[in-house]
């Protein structure tokens, strides 16, 4: 099999370009009430279940990973409606359900590999924000309960300068080591899930298979394409860096735009399979 089979990025995302604008209306629609189901879900896990207590903490992570593996059924609706869209077919914000009508079982299944694969890789992540919070909370001049000390500081009240810059520094080298740990620990998750990427788009076009077929065939699609989809998403780190400057309101349409690109992908691979096949 040939490289040179395969669509490039640049005509992916050209591709992908195209199908988001003449899709743009149900791709936003379905990313949000995604995201707004997902987030108003964790919420009402995280305000019932408090984690000032190791108990509290341990059930709020148990309760949280559920929803993540509830989620699973709206990430096939969503692939259900970029793969529509990429075929220029039209969609509907119920398609957003439609893992409801499949084998909810099955996806809930293949939903709980990815998940916990995520979740082992954000613990260094977990252990770090708690040590942050705490370090924060030992720093008189951040700690809530000097906040009015913090605001004459900011109005230019005579101060220790040096118990100033000792507080700043403290707080500057536990941030960087924080989003160092955050880096890190999504860039393996990414790496970790890529050989998993075509499962959801399978779970649609294989009803038949089984979650360990489905975990299977996209562990051997994604042979000798892991790189490629991994360049692909770096592709777009220019286009995240440009969404600070519209304060993340140009998010809406680069994230259709990622997703439609590597929905591409997953229909040009397959593509190439069955030519191979």
């Not at 209306?25 to 108003?40: N, Q, V, Y």
Request: hydrophobic letters at 50%.
């Amino acid at each position: 099999m040939q490289q040179s089979q395969y669509k490039s990025n640049y005509e992916l995302k050209f591709l992908a370009r195209i199908q988001t604008g003449q899709h743009i209306g149900i791709l936003i629609g379905a990313i949000l009430l995604k995201f707004i189901i997902t987030f108003m879900a964790i919420n009402l896990v995280s305000s019932l279940i408090p984690t000032t207590t190791t108990t509290g903490y341990i059930l709020n992570y148990i309760l949280v990973f559920v929803v993540q593996v509830a989620a699973s059924v709206l990430n096939v609706g969503t692939s259900f409606i970029f793969l529509k869209s990429a075929c220029n077919m039209p969609g509907s914000i119920k398609d957003l359900f439609c893992g409801f009508q499949q084998n909810t079982v099955k996806i809930l299944q293949i939903g709980a590999v990815i998940t916990i694969i995520e979740s082992i890789c954000t613990i260094p992540l977990e252990i770090a924000s708690a040590q942050y919070t705490e370090l924060l909370n030992s720093i008189p001049l951040f700690s809530g309960s000097n906040a009015n000390e913090l605001s004459r500081l900011l109005a230019g009240s005579s101060v220790d300068s040096h118990e100033l810059m000792a507080a700043y520094s403290v707080l500057y080298n536990a941030s960087i080591k924080y989003y160092v740990i955050m880096f890190v620990c999504a860039a393996i998750s990414m790496i970790l899930t890529l050989p998993f990427f075509p499962a959801y788009y399978m779970i649609l076009d294989f009803p038949d298979w089984n979650a360990a077929t489905i975990l299977k065939k996209s562990f051997e699609v994604m042979s000798g394409n892991k790189v490629r989809l991994l360049i692909l998403y770096l592709s777009f780190i220019p286009s995240f860096l440009l969404c600070m400057l519209t304060c993340g309101i140009s998010l809406i349409w680069v994230i259709p735009y990622m997703n439609m690109a590597a929905t591409n992908f997953y229909l040009d691979i397959m593509a190439v399979r069955n030519k191979s096949v």
